[in-house]
């Protein structure tokens, strides 16, 4: 069955720091690839996404994202984080058979400390 | 603007009560969603609509039943509510053909709490 796992519920960084949100995914066919963001009250914001081509995916409000298909991985990373970026980010994987369909990890807490 | 609007965004209710739940998507999308959050944030999909027709059901109880009276409109209704109803209720949307390349809109969520 597709999976994803975000490994870390929370994360706190310092304003200014980089940043790297882990995604791990589990999908026997080409996968394709989103993080959200979910800012608290608020729906969720598409970040980025990947399904084919360059590895490396750069998305809105200075994120990024790479795929490395031999670790199922597609780790969001950010190389200086504002306080406006503490926020919940949901990896996603989309899911082609029977219909289409995001299976989504479990999130992770972005806590900023100035 | 061009969105996925849900209404309402708020919705408290007693126990055994029914209600819905609107979303309407303007996007020209083909497919529409909804996905439960529970309590602990884990989000996951209920229903799939591609033209009007029911795609996907994941294992939702029949208290809960779905109606897209055209492909811009899913709507969501809730029988006999229990408290662990409560949730946020997402809907979104899609195109089917890009669905995967084109990433999904979702609307600002409806907090349902059952009291």
């Known amino acids: 069955a597709q999976s994803v796992t975000q490994p870390d519920i929370h994360i706190t960084v310092s304003e200014g720091a980089s940043l790297e949100l882990r995604c791990n995914y589990s999908y026997g066919a080409t996968p394709y690839l989103f993080w959200y963001v979910q800012s608290p009250g608020q729906g969720l914001q598409l970040l980025l996404k990947?399904?084919?081509?360059?590895?490396l995916v750069q998305g809105i409000k200075g994120f990024e994202a790479e795929f490395k298909r031999s670790q199922s991985s597609f780790n969001l990373r950010k190389p200086s984080v504002h306080w406006s970026d503490a926020a919940e980010y949901f990896c996603?994987?989309?899911?082609?058979?029977?219909?289409?369909?995001?299976?989504f990890g479990a999130g992770t807490i972005l806590r900023v400390k100035s | 603007d061009t969105a996925v609007s849900q209404t309402p965004k708020y919705l408290v209710t007693q126990m055994g009560n029914d209600k819905s739940i609107k979303c309407e998507q303007n996007l020209g999308h083909d497919t529409m969603y909804w996905y439960k959050q529970d309590s602990k944030k884990f989000l996951k999909i209920m229903f799939s609509?591609?033209?009007?027709?029911?795609?996907i059901n994941e294992t939702v109880p029949n208290r809960f039943s779905p109606k897209s009276p055209d492909k811009a409109h899913l709507n969501l209704h809730i029988n006999s509510l229990e408290l662990g109803d409560s949730a946020v209720y997402f809907c979104a949307s899609s195109h089917t053909s890009t669905g995967q390349a084109g990433g999904y809109t979702f609307g600002s969520g409806t907090r349902l709490t059952v009291v």
């Open positions: 996603a994987v989309g899911v082609v058979e029977y219909g289409n369909k995001l299976v």
């Open positions: 990947y399904f084919s081509g360059d590895t």
């Open positions: 609509y591609n033209n009007k027709e029911l795609i």
